[in-house]
Structures are given as structure tokens and as C-alpha cells.
């Protein structure tokens, strides 16, 4: 159970909601109106059936057990019924009624022993004591493996509920990965629970319901289990927002009934349709879910009678020829609606839902949706991968399916690997959770589903990790677009590589996948590290030369010495502190002076070491260090600048020129966190910096601003223009150069337009002149 759910021993109402009196008479009357048969979902509020008996669960497992795994499991309920012996749930029933429900459901998937034992035992070692190795030597291994993967992390202290809740999340998720069972249980657990909801509080009803909707409705509908992501829905609702729900139920009971002979119509016409067409077929009526009434409501700002001014039917074949000769008969019967068709069968949704879908214009002008399947298909819309042990293994599209959760499964595995936290883990897999999928192809034509709004970043680290890495455009359609492009279902995808390229932290603020943000936030890490770890070698070795340390000062038992002063792992971490600004080089140089002077005193007659003083070696700088060193967006400082850096934590070295207004003020009210810098002497990078060039207002002027630009061999990054007058307009260009010599050369060939009255430098929010800069 998650880290933030209540004992099952808290929850009242056992398992199994009743189907009313009222649908059963609502059922019968549309037969009679129409001979459709109307499934809809049961109310989950109503009076629930009295609990089943362990007995009932053994005759459902006779239907495909044999009598020696029945054994099996009627010791894991003696044991499971020891062991919560004198315990009741918060409705007064005895606590064994709920694993025995648990267990009920997984039996109507026809799972196998192993996961039926262990939904009996699955509370004993969070609510009884049990260990693991205990329930290993009774069960066997995979039962206990499975137990312990259900379990809650009760015995570990976290510093908050949210990262208890995100752990044992990951925990869960993790030994799902390895078992795809334990979610089973899980799923099978939390449904009991929710059905249930009603006897703790209002304030954990709606943090369970919550924590339902974003995490186990789900993955339910990832795993294709679509029965208990739809029941898991409408008790949510019903719990976070009982009000709303009660007003929706008794809304939707009253239109049932102004429905009958449209629907009773339309069954007729698709009947006989269809039998013109010598299509045997099971016609079933859909009707929307309350969560997904109230959901349309609110995404598309819909009216009660707008959403439900839709019909929805489900025509279930026996092959897959006959679900497309379907389509082309109801398209006989009733206009298709442009835009509204979808083929689930040639590309199957990645929980293995398939399906052809198609909206049609039928009596009185009325859109009518319908659904069109074979029983196998069906069969997966319902059960998903649960109908790995409801039907044989051999099926080609089950194993297809099962490849497919197994390819997700192990997905989990490495966004783990790359995630550096429990919260940030289930973050990036909850991205991965929401059901609205796109299509897209690699020029070789394999097919790449990817979330709704995901960009050509998602689909290179969908292709492989150094490939996203190493991106630098796309071709979709075989157009070149940037990065940050959303992808459409159709479209053709290639990524542009670069040899020297490097994921870019602003990607965070647009990826959709959680292995694409898992790898990028990995990779930004590991890189930010190593050179933070450079620079603050740089800067403690600077600061150490004022000290007069002397290499032999600096030694490797010295280093460790001062790692444990200072609370730090190794001399790397000191130095990665030192880079990103978390620690002064100063303060750490003058601890390892100290430390030398400890263990050898300078003899006698000897000078004492100097104390630090105002005079420094500048450090050498190259502007290209990466995410330690940026150029400050005030001054935009370019070699051949006099520069100073600002040590911010966490944050790096931040370089401004000396004469920025912005660093002196800054400098002057912090002084200790600020050093003097100077350029390398062999740099070979491009540096930002911005130009205002005053222009009269003459046609094609920007043109040759540009051309001018581009033939001094410099880039241009951005371009903004206003007006200022009637013949006078300010061009704003963000543009790329090597150094000072550099900016000149642009400077004079703009100057050479005739239409251009003055180029300055902006800095510090101001032009300056060219002289001046």
C-alpha cells in the first residue's frame, strides 16, 4: 500500500457494489425500446453486497485451479487470518474481509496462485510484523517478493509524507517492473479501498482520491484495464467532489429517459444495416462514465447537455475484415464526420487497446460514436494485461501486448537509474502515465508513440539516449524545426546530430517523457559537477598562492583531514562546493593553511606564512567552462574586457565586465564573494553581445544591416526593431563574436551603410558608443 494511504483497516463497506433496482429497470426498458443492450458502470455509492466468504473465493478458484494450488492458498488465508486476528476494519467488520476481496478481484482475471496467496498476505508485514524471510520460508519466494513489493515503508523515516509517499511509490513501481503482479495486487487493493472510502474522514477522502487520480487510474488505463480505471475514475470524483458528483448522477438518471427512442432508432437502423450486410454482430450501447462527463465539462467548457448530446455504441465482430467491412456499412448508413476517424487496429494504442473509431451524423442531426471490434480485442479494452492469464499465452496480439508493457516496465528501470530522488522519479513517471498518445514515424518507418505535445527532444532520447543528447534540430516532414516543436500523429521524424552538442537545461521547460527528462537532468548533473569540480580547483588555487601554500602544503592526507572538518565527502566535493559558490576558495585555502601549519610549524627565524590580502592573481577565465561559468546578461562581457567574477551559490561563477554598473554595486555590498578574472590567451569560442544600430527608415535597410553583419563573420541570434520617429528607427541585434577586434570589424562595416547614423554597444542597460566600448 502507498506510504500515504490508510490500513485497509480503516476503511469500511466490503467488497462488491450491487447493480440497483433502478438500472436493472432502466436496462430492461431500453431492451424493450430499442433491444440494445446498455452497459453502463454500476453506481459504486449504493448499498454494497455483504462481503465474500473465503468459501466463495475457493469456488471461483476451482473454475481453473487445481485442487493442490487451491491448498495452497486456503494456508496463506489460515495464516493471513491468524495473523490479523482481533483486528477490524473502520465499518466494524473483521480486517481478514478485505484481503479476502482482494484476492476475489484477482481471481475474476484468473490469476495464478502466487498472486492470489499473496493478495491474501499483502497487509501482514505492514500490520502484523512479519518479515520478508519468514513469509520466503511459509510461501516460497515469489510470494514474499510479491508481498514485499505491495508493502508500505512503514519501518524507514523520511523528512516529509510527500517523500515517504514518493519512495515507497518508487519501491512499488520498481517491483512492478521486475513482476508486473505486484501492481495487480496493488490495483486490486486500492479498488477495494476506494469502494470503501466512506468511513474515514472527508479530508483522506479527498487526499486518497487524489492520490488515485494521478497515480493508479493511470496505470490501470497504461496497462490496458480499462473496468478498473473507469471504477477508479467515478470514485474518485465522487469522493473529491461529492456535491458535483450528486448533482451529475441525478442529472444523468433524468436524461436516460429522454434518450430511449433516439437510441432505440439509431439500434434499429445499425441492425438491420449491418444484417444487409451479412455481418454478424453484438451492438452494445456505451454510456460515458461520470468522471468523464464531469472531465469534458470542465476541459472544454462544455454544458451538462452538450456532452451527453453524443451517442456511443460498440459493435463487437468476429474478425478483424469484418471490423472494416463494419466501418464501410455504418459509413453507408450515416455521414462520417470529417477528422473523426481513428484505426487503433493497423497502429494499437501502447496499452494494446484496439479498435477502429469513427463518428457519424446520425437521426436528427446527432452525433453518434461508434467503436468497432473482435472479441480478442475486446477482451484486451477490458482486461489489458491481465488477459495474459484470463486466455493462453500464444495469442499473437497478446504477446504483442505483452512485449509492449514489458518494454514500459523496463523503461521505469532506467529512468531510476538516472533520477536522483524519490520525488523527482515519480515526477518524471507520472508524465509517462497520462493516456493521450501521438504517432510518429523514423524515415525507416517504425512506428514511435510518444505523449500528447511531446517534441523532437522526446523522440531523440525515445531512439536512444546519446542521440537525444547529441541533438541539434529536427527534420519532421522533412523540413528543418527546432527542438522544442510539438509533434503530430503522421509525422516523419529525423534528428540532426551534432558531434559537440550537449543537452541544454532550458529542454526541461518543454520535454512530455520522463526518460527525456530523467536523461537531461542526468546528464546536466554529471556534467555540472565535473566542472564545477575544474573551476573550484582554479579558485582554491588562486586563493592558496596568497597564502604562499606551497604544493608540498597541499597534500592528499590534508585534503581528507579537511574533507572531514568541513563535513564533505572527498577533496572533489570541496572543490565542487568551491565552483558552484557554496563555499569561499578564500575561507577553504586558510583552513588548509592552518592545517600545514599544525603539522609542520616553520622553524625558527623562519617568516610566518602572509595572511590574505586584497592583491590576487586574477583567475584565468575562457567563457566556454559550461553550466560553473555564465556571462552575466547585464554587460554581456566579451575577451578584451576587463572582467570580475561573482561567486553566487549553488549557482557558479557569474562574469560581469569591470565597469558593469550592476557588479559594482553588487561588489561593493559583498565584496568576499567577488574575484578578479582575466581571459585565456588561446580562446576560440563566440561570445553574446548586444548592438543598437540608429537607422533612417529606408526600404531594404535591415537587409543590408544583416548582410554586413554575416560578411564580418558573425552570427546573428536575435533582431528586434522600433520606431522612433518618422525617419528613424533603433535595430536591436543580439548577435555572436570572438573578442573585442572582432566587434570592431562588424562595427565598421555596419558604420560603411550610408542609411546607419550611429552603432553603440548596449552594457549595463545603456548604449555606449563604439569609442567607448
Not at 55 to 82: H, M, N, V
Not at 437 to 458: C, E, H, M, N, Q
Not at 663 to 677: G, S
Not at 696 to 710: H, K, P
Amino acid at each position: 500500500m502507498a506510504a500515504t494511504e490508510p490500513s485497509s483497516s480503516e476503511l469500511s463497506a466490503p467488497l462488491g457494489p450491487a447493480r440497483t433496482g433502478f438500472k436493472r429497470r432502466a436496462a430492461e426498458a431500453l431492451r424493450k425500446a430499442g433491444r440494445v443492450v446498455w452497459r453502463s458502470e454500476p453506481d459504486k455509492l449504493d448499498a454494497p453486497k455483504p462481503a465474500p466468504s473465503f468459501t466463495e473465493l475457493t469456488d471461483r478458484l476451482k473454475a481453473y485451479l487445481p485442487s493442490g494450488e487451491i491448498q495452497r492458498i486456503r494456508d496463506a488465508f489460515k495464516f493471513s487470518d491468524a495473523a490479523h486476528l482481533g483486528q477490524f476494519r473502520k465499518s466494524g467488520e473483521p480486517y481478514i474481509t478485505h484481503p479476502i476481496a482482494v484476492a476475489g478481484t484477482l481471481a475474476e482475471w484468473r490469476l495464478d496462485s502466487a498472486a492470489i496467496q499473496a493478495a491474501l498476505l499483502h497487509d501482514v508485514m505492514e500490520d502484523s510484523g512479519i518479515g520478508k524471510q519468514q513469509l520466503a520460508e511459509r510461501f516460497g519466494p515469489i510470494v514474499a517478493e510479491l508481498v514485499d513489493g505491495v508493502s508500505k515503508l512503514d519501518r524507514l523515516s523520511f523528512d516529509s509524507s510527500i517523500q515517504a509517499q514518493a519512495e515507497s511509490f518508487r519501491k512499488m513501481l520498481l517491483a512492478m517492473a521486475r513482476d508486473v503482479r505486484v501492481i495487480l495486487i496493488k490495483l486490486a487493493d486500492r479498488l477495494h479501498n476506494i469502494r470503501t472510502l466512506s468511513a474515514v474522514d472527508a479530508v483522506r477522502q479527498r487526499r486518497i482520491a487524489r492520490e488515485t487520480l494521478e497515480i493508479y487510474a493511470p496505470i490501470a488505463h497504461r496497462l490496458g484495464l480499462n473496468e478498473i480505471y473507469r471504477e477508479l475514475q467515478d470514485e474518485s470524483l465522487a469522493h473529491l467532489y461529492p456535491l458535483r458528483y450528486q448533482v451529475l448522477k441525478k442529472a444523468v438518471n433524468t436524461a436516460r429517459g429522454s434518450r430511449r427512442e433516439v437510441l432505440g432508432r439509431i439500434q434499429g437502423a445499425v441492425q438491420k444495416q449491418l444484417a444487409t450486410s451479412r455481418l454478424k454482430a453484438e451492438i452494445t450501447g456505451r454510456e460515458k462514465t461520470m468522471y468523464g462527463i464531469y472531465r469534458k465539462m470542465v476541459e472544454k467548457r462544455l454544458s451538462f447537455s452538450e456532452v451527453l448530446d453524443i451517442y456511443g455504441f460498440r459493435v463487437i465482430v468476429n474478425s478483424i475484415s469484418d471490423c472494416y467491412l463494419a466501418l464501410g456499412s455504418l459509413h453507408g448508413l450515416y455521414k462520417p464526420v470529417p477528422g473523426k476517424f481513428k484505426d487503433y487496429i493497423a497502429i494499437p494504442k501502447v496499452n494494446g487497446y484496439q479498435s477502429l473509431h469513427t463518428t457519424l451524423i446520425g437521426p436528427y442531426g446527432t452525433p453518434v460514436e461508434f467503436q468497432i471490434r473482435t472479441q480478442d480485442m475486446n477482451r484486451v479494452a477490458e482486461s489489458g494485461v491481465a488477459a495474459h492469464w484470463l486466455y493462453k499465452e500464444d495469442d499473437a496480439s497478446l504477446s504483442e501486448l505483452q512485449s509492449r508493457t514489458h518494454q514500459w516496465l523496463q523503461s521505469l528501470i532506467e529512468i531510476q537509474k538516472q533520477t536522483g530522488d524519490s520525488k523527482e522519479f515519480l515526477e518524471n513517471i507520472k508524465v509517462d502515465l497520462f493516456p493521450e498518445k501521438v504517432y510518429v514515424f523514423t524515415p525507416k518507418g517504425k512506428i514511435v508513440s510518444l505523449p500528447r505535445r511531446a517534441t523532437a527532444v522526446d523522440f531523440a532520447y525515445g531512439i536512444h539516449t546519446d542521440i537525444g543528447n547529441k541533438c541539434v534540430a529536427a527534420r519532421v516532414n522533412g523540413e528543418i524545426q527546432p527542438l522544442r516543436t510539438e509533434l503530430r500523429n503522421g509525422d516523419v521524424v529525423e534528428i540532426v546530430a551534432g558531434p559537440v552538442a550537449r543537452p541544454n537545461p532550458v529542454w526541461l521547460g518543454f520535454v512530455r517523457t520522463g526518460k527525456a527528462r530523467a536523461e537531461i537532468r542526468h546528464f546536466l548533473r554529471t556534467t555540472k559537477r565535473q566542472e564545477s569540480i575544474e573551476l573550484g580547483a582554479r579558485l582554491f588555487a588562486q586563493a592558496a598562492s596568497q597564502l604562499a601554500l606551497e604544493p608540498q602544503d597541499v597534500t592528499a592526507e590534508r585534503w581528507d583531514a579537511l574533507a572531514r572538518e568541513a563535513h564533505a565527502g572527498d577533496r572533489d566535493e570541496l572543490m565542487a562546493d568551491i565552483g558552484l559558490g557554496r563555499r569561499l576558495a578564500a575561507v577553504v585555502a586558510r583552513q588548509m593553511a592552518l592545517l600545514a601549519a599544525r603539522s609542520a610549524p616553520a622553524a625558527e627565524g623562519e617568516p610566518a606564512r602572509p595572511a590574505l590580502t586584497a592583491a590576487s592573481t586574477p583567475v584565468v577565465v575562457r567563457g566556454t567552462e559550461g553550466m560553473a561559468l555564465q556571462m552575466a546578461n547585464c554587460c554581456n562581457p566579451i575577451p578584451g574586457d576587463s572582467i570580475v567574477g561573482h561567486m553566487r551559490r549553488d549557482l557558479g561563477l557569474l562574469v560581469h565586465q569591470m565597469e558593469c554598473r550592476h557588479a559594482q554595486r553588487a561588489r561593493r555590498a559583498d565584496p568576499e564573494r567577488w574575484i578578479d578574472l582575466q581571459w585565456a590567451e588561446d580562446l576560440n569560442g563566440m561570445y553574446d553581445v548586444n548592438l543598437d544600430v540608429r537607422v533612417m527608415n529606408e526600404r531594404g535597410v535591415l537587409g543590408r544591416a544583416a548582410a554586413a553583419i554575416s560578411e564580418s563573420e558573425s552570427n546573428i541570434l536575435n533582431v528586434h526593431i522600433e520606431d522612433e520617429g518618422a525617419d528613424v528607427s533603433a535595430i536591436h541585434f543580439k548577435i555572436q563574436v570572438q573578442d573585442r577586434r572582432h566587434l570592431a570589424r562588424v562595427v565598421r562595416s555596419l558604420r560603411h551603410i550610408k542609411q546607419v547614423a550611429r552603432v553603440s554597444r548596449m552594457k549595463s542597460g545603456r548604449a555606449q558608443t563604439a569609442e567607448e566600448s
